[in-house]
C-alpha cells in the first residue's frame, strides 16, 4: 500500500489503504485468537486480552469505512454501462457481511456474558451489546441469535475465500507479486523483453494463450478493472479503438476460453485497438499494480506482423527501412548533401569528442533539419570536436520494434553497434529520444552497450562546463512539451527546462501544460503513427496543440523531432501564430 501509484490518486488510494489496514489487521487478529485457543490458551491473559480487543475492533472499524466508501462510489459514480460494476457491488457486499455479522456476533456475546467491564475494550461489539440489552432480549434467545449470526458470519468469511480465484479479490494476491516482481524502476520504464532465438521460430508474439508467459498472465490476473489506464490513454481519449484496459481483460478472458487473442484469427481482442497505440507509455506510468499494456500491445503487434496482418502503410515503412535503411525509402546518398558547408572532414578521428548521431529524418524533413542544424552550430560554437556517420547510418530500429518487426529490429541493432563499435571510447550524441531510448535501453538487453546521451543532457553539460555562454536574452514566453521517451520513458524532466531558462537577463517565462512531466499528454507520432495515422477520432496532436493554445504561448518547446512534427503539423491545421521548436533552436537564439 506504499506504491505511489495507488497513492496518486487521492480518493481511491485513501479507499485502498482502508481496507488493506482492516483486512491485514483482521487477519492478524484471527491469527492471534486462533493461536490462544487452539494451542497456547494463554496468549491473550489479563491486560493483552484488553489490548487485544481494542485492537480488534479498531481494525474491524477501519476495514468496515473502507469497504462502505468504495462501495458507495462504486455505486454513485460508476457507469450503469461498466460492465464490472455489478460484480464489484457484489464483492464489496459480501465483504461488509463479514464485517458487519462479525460484530454483531461480538455484541450478542457480549451481552449473553453480562456486559462484564472488560469487554467495553471492544468498542464497536460493546455498543452493539448495549443497544441489544436496551431491547431486553431473552437470554435463549441471546444464545439462538449468537448461534445464527456466527453460522452466517462464519459462511461468509468462507464464501470469501472461496470465490477468491474467481472474482475481482484474487488481485489481492496478483496485484502485490505483480509490483514486486516488476522489472519497473525509478530511472526507467521496463522496455519491451527481447525475443530469443528468432532463427529458430517460425511464430511469434502473442496470437494464442499458449504463446503468453506466467509473467502474461500474471499481469492479465493483476489488473482491476480500475479504469486508470483508460483515463490517460492519448488513443482512448482522443476516441481510437484502443482501451488498454480491455488489452489485459482480452488476455484474460482468452486464456480462460482458449480463443486465440486477436479478431485476425477468430480472437477476443480486435486489430485496430493494437495499432491504435503510440507506445507513449501513460498506462504503464498511472497503473497502480505495475501492469505494462505496452509491453502486451507489442507482443500482439509482433504476433501480427510475423503473420503478414499489417497496415499498408505500416507495411511501407518497414519495407523502406529494411531496404534502404529509412522508413521515408529515401536514397541514403542523398539524405546528407547539406552537411557539407559544415566542413567535418576536417576533423580528425584522435580529435572527435562526440559522433553525434542524425537519424533516419533528418534528410526527409526541413523541420528535423533544423534541430541537426542548429545542434551542430552550438556545437561548433563550444569548440566540441564531433563528427557524424553521415550515410554509414540507418535507421536506429524504434519505429521497426514499436510496429513489431522483432527480428528486423534484432538485425538493425546488430549492424547499428558493429557501425559504433570503432568509436567505443566516444559518447554518442542524439536530439532524438528514441533514438536514445533505443540505443540506451533496448540494445542493452541483447548485450550492445552503447554510451548515448540526449542533447539536452550535452548541451546543459557544456553549460556547466563554462564551455557554453549564453548572451542574448529570450523575450518571449515559452510552454514545454515533454517527449515521452525522454520524460516519462527515462525520467529525464530537468536538463530541458534548465536548458530553457538558462539565458542571463531572463526575459521569458517558462510555462507547463497541465500535464506536464511523467504525466504529460503525448503527441500522437509515437509508436509508429507517423506511418500509421489512425483515422478514428480526434487526431491526438490538435489535442495536444490545443492544451497548448489556452496557456497562450509565444513558443511550444520540445526536445523530439517526432513531437516537433506533430505539433507543427497541427500549428498549421490550426492557422496559429505559435512557434514550435526545439530546445536546441531555442538555444542557439542566445
Known amino acids: 500500500m506504499g506504491h505511489q501509484k495507488i497513492r496518486r490518486k487521492k480518493p481511491e488510494g485513501i479507499i485502498h489503504f482502508l481496507i488493506f489496514l482492516g483486512f491485514s489487521g483482521l487477519l492478524i487478529a484471527t491469527t492471534i485468537a486462533a493461536a490462544d485457543i487452539y494451542i497456547t490458551h494463554k496468549l491473550l491473559d489479563n491486560w493483552r486480552y484488553l489490548i487485544f480487543a481494542f485492537y480488534a475492533d479498531v481494525v ?24 464490472t460494476k455489478l460484480e ?108 530469443r532465438n528468432l532463427e529458430n521460430r517460425q511464430d511469434i508474439g502473442a496470437y494464442h494463450p499458449k504463446d503468453l508467459g506466467w509473467r502474461d498472465a500474471l499481469e492479465a490476473n493483476a489488473c ?36 486465440n487473442l486477436l479478431e485476425d484469427g477468430n480472437g477476443v481482442i480486435a486489430s485496430e485497438a493494437v495499432w491504435s497505440c503510440t507506445a507513449c507509455g501513460s498506462c504503464v506510468e498511472h497503473c497502480p499494480v505495475s501492469n505494462s499494456p505496452l509491453n502486451q500491445i507489442i507482443n500482439l503487434r509482433i504476433a501480427l506482423t510475423s503473420r503478414g496482418f499489417v497496415p499498408a502503410l505500416a507495411a511501407k515503412a518497414l519495407e523502406g527501412i529494411q531496404s534502404l535503411g529509412n522508413p521515408w525509402e529515401y536514397e541514403p546518398a542523398k539524405r546528407y548533401e547539406w552537411l557539407d558547408k559544415f566542413k567535418l572532414s576536417d576533423i580528425d578521428d584522435e580529435q572527435t569528442e562526440v559522433i553525434y548521431w542524425l537519424g533516419c529524418g533528418v534528410g526527409y ?30 535507421c536506429c530500429g524504434d519505429p521497426v520494434r514499436r510496429m513489431g518487426e522483432e527480428a528486423l529490429f534484432q538485425a538493425l541493432a546488430i549492424q547499428n553497434h558493429q557501425t559504433l563499435a570503432k568509436f567505443s571510447n566516444k559518447t554518442i550524441l542524439t536530439h532524438c529520444p528514441h533514438c536514445y531510448h533505443v540505443f540506451k535501453n533496448e540494445y542493452a538487453q541483447l548485450g550492445l552497450e552503447i554510451n548515448v546521451v540526449h542533447h539536452s543532457q550535452f548541451l546543459m553539460k557544456l553549460i556547466e562546463d563554462k564551455r557554453l555562454t549564453l548572451k542574448e536574452p529570450w523575450e518571449q514566453s515559452v510552454i514545454y512539451h515533454d517527449p515521452c521517451y525522454l520524460g516519462r520513458h527515462n525520467k529525464e524532466f530537468s536538463n530541458p527546462r534548465q536548458l530553457i531558462e538558462s539565458a542571463p537577463n531572463l526575459k521569458l517565462t517558462l510555462m507547463e501544460f497541465e500535464e506536464n512531466r511523467d504525466q504529460a499528454f503525448c503527441c500522437g507520432g509515437g509508436g509508429g503513427q507517423l506511418w500509421l495515422e489512425s483515422e478514428m477520432g480526434e487526431r491526438i496532436n490538435y489535442r495536444r496543440f490545443a492544451q497548448a493554445e489556452e496557456k497562450q504561448p509565444d ?19 490550426r492557422g496559429s501564430k505559435i512557434k514550435v521548436k526545439d530546445i536546441s533552436e531555442l538555444l542557439e537564439i542566445s
Not at 474491524?60 to 460492465?83: H, K, N, P, Q
Not at 459480501?94 to 462484564?116: K, Q, S
Not at 533539419?369 to 550515410?391: C, F, N, P, S
Open 555 to 573: 513558443v511550444i518547446a520540445t526536445a523530439c523531432p517526432y513531437c516537433k512534427i506533430m505539433l507543427d503539423t497541427a500549428c498549421s491545421f
Open 224 to 259: 482491476t478493472n480500475c479504469r486508470r489506464c483508460e483515463e490517460h490513454c492519448p488513443a482512448f481519449l482522443t476516441g481510437k479503438a484502443l482501451s488498454p484496459r480491455t488489452i489485459l481483460q482480452g488476455l484474460k478472458t482468452a486464456v480462460k476460453s482458449g480463443n
Open 60 to 83: 474491524g472499524i477501519i476495514f468496515l469505512a473502507g469497504t462502505c466508501m468504495a462501495l458507495y462510489r462504486r455505486v454513485r459514480y460508476g457507469s450503469e454501462e461498466d460492465e
Open 88 to 195: 464489484a457491488v457484489r464483492v464489496l457486499s459480501l465483504l461488509i457481511g463479514v464485517g458487519l455479522t462479525g460484530f454483531l456476533a461480538e455484541g450478542l456475546r457480549i451481552v449473553a456474558m453480562g456486559l462484564p467491564w472488560q469487554e467495553s475494550w471492544s468498542v464497536m461489539g460493546y455498543l452493539i451489546a448495549v443497544a441489544i440489552r436496551a431491547a431486553h432480549v431473552g437470554p435463549g434467545q441471546l444464545l439462538d441469535a449468537h448461534l445464527v449470526i456466527w453460522g452466517i458470519h462464519v459462511i461468509l468469511a468462507l464464501g470469501m475465500i472461496a470465490i477468491i480465484p474467481y472474482t475481482k479479490l484474487f488481485h489481492m494476491l496478483a496485484s502485490p507479486a505483480n509490483i514486486l516482481l516488476s522489472p519497473e524502476t525509478e530511472q526507467t520504464l521496463a522496455p519491451f523483453p527481447p525475443v
Open 365 to 394: 524533413d526541413n523541420r528535423i533539419q533544423e534541430i541537426a542544424e542548429a545542434t551542430m552550430r552550438i556545437l561548433t560554437k563550444a569548440g566540441v570536436k564531433y563528427k557524424t556517420l553521415a550515410d554509414s547510418e540507418i
